[in-house]
């Protein structure tokens, strides 16, 4: 049995690593993102999920998904951006049960002010994840 205790030994670690790479990079963009523009790593990436969409807008079901996060949890993130007017929501037109997020013209601003900070930091923390030996395979895999 001692390969596949290899086996699960290795997908352990692998784990590990990239678990390790996530903190890594979350935490320093968290840092960089609340310094330089008042916006948590969450409120980025919902801002940056929606202005990929056509016409900057999402169903609140697909947002949480797109973020990874739970709907509750989505929609206490939506109600701070929208607090702040980075965003709003709308009822969907032809199913009015269905909720659309949108990004107004101060969360595009925004965003586009936050994207090059957000690519600097991750382009620097996946350079020095490239000279450690344990993650330099991953952030090949990201680069």
């Given at each position: 049995?001692?390969?596949?205790?290899?086996?699960?030994?290795a997908r352990a670690q692998g784990w590990?690593?990239?678990?390790?790479?996530?903190?890594?990079?979350?935490?320093?963009?968290?840092k960089a993102l609340q310094k330089g523009h008042e916006l948590s790593v969450s409120e980025y990436t919902v801002l940056d999920v929606l202005a990929?969409?056509?016409g900057w807008h999402m169903r609140m079901q697909q947002l949480a998904r797109a973020v990874v996060l739970s709907q509750s949890?989505?929609?206490r993130l939506v109600t701070r951006l929208e607090k702040r007017e980075l965003l709003r929501r709308?009822?969907?037109e032809d199913d009015r049960r269905g909720i659309y997020s949108e990004v107004t013209p101060a969360g595009r601003e925004l965003l586009e002010l936050a994207g090059p900070?957000?690519?600097?930091v991750l382009k620097e923390v996946l350079a020095e994840a490239a000279e450690q030996p344990e993650l330099a395979p991953l952030a090949a895999v990201i680069t």
């Open positions: 049995m001692p390969l596949a205790d290899d086996a699960v030994e590990r690593t990239l678990a390790a790479l996530h903190a890594k990079i979350e935490d320093r963009l968290e990929r969409q056509d949890a989505t929609t709308y009822l969907c900070t957000h690519d600097a």
